[in-house]
Nanobody, 127 residues
Framework: VQLVESGGGLVQPGGSLRLSCAAS????????MGWFRQAPGKEREFVAG????????YYADSVKGRFTISRDNAKNTMYLQLNSLNPEDTAVYSC?????????????????????WGQGTQVTVSS
């Protein structure tokens, strides 16, 4: 499995970015997918998740109403639209594929339920 993120960068507060996660070597349309982020000195946190069919989406309270997760199964790609960014959103954003073979740990979107990860893309929000 290979997951490659892109689209990160430096943006001013209030700005927007669109992250992409290109997947290969897996049946992308069969996997629930998620975005996570990790800021310096902080633990990794769940940002947003999407079901295999894109029929259901889930968001952390901190990003609800500002971020939008989507996927295009025909392109094996997942997206995260980030709007109204603030400095607290600064982090490395990583995409991950949820592994249905793993015994569920905690909530459905717990990071330990995800078996494949990308290398991450840096998002920096600063004036």
């Amino acid at each position: 499995v290979q997951l490659v993120e892109s689209g990160g960068g430096l943006v001013q507060p209030g700005g927007s970015l669109r992250l992409s996660c290109a997947a290969s070597r897996l049946t992308f349309s069969s996997y629930a997918m998620g975005w996570f982020r990790q800021a310096p000195g902080k633990e990794r946190e769940f940002v947003a998740g999407i079901s295999w069919s894109a029929g259901n989406t889930y968001y952390a309270d901190s990003v609800k109403g500002r971020f939008t997760i989507s996927r295009d199964n025909a392109k094996n790609t997942m997206y995260l639209q980030l709007n109204s960014l603030n400095p607290e959103d600064t982090a490395v954003y990583s995409c991950a594929a949820r592994d249905p073979r793993l015994p569920q740990f905690g909530t459905y979107w717990n990071a330990r339920n995800f078996g494949s990860w990308g290398q991450g893309t840096q998002v920096t929000v600063s004036s």
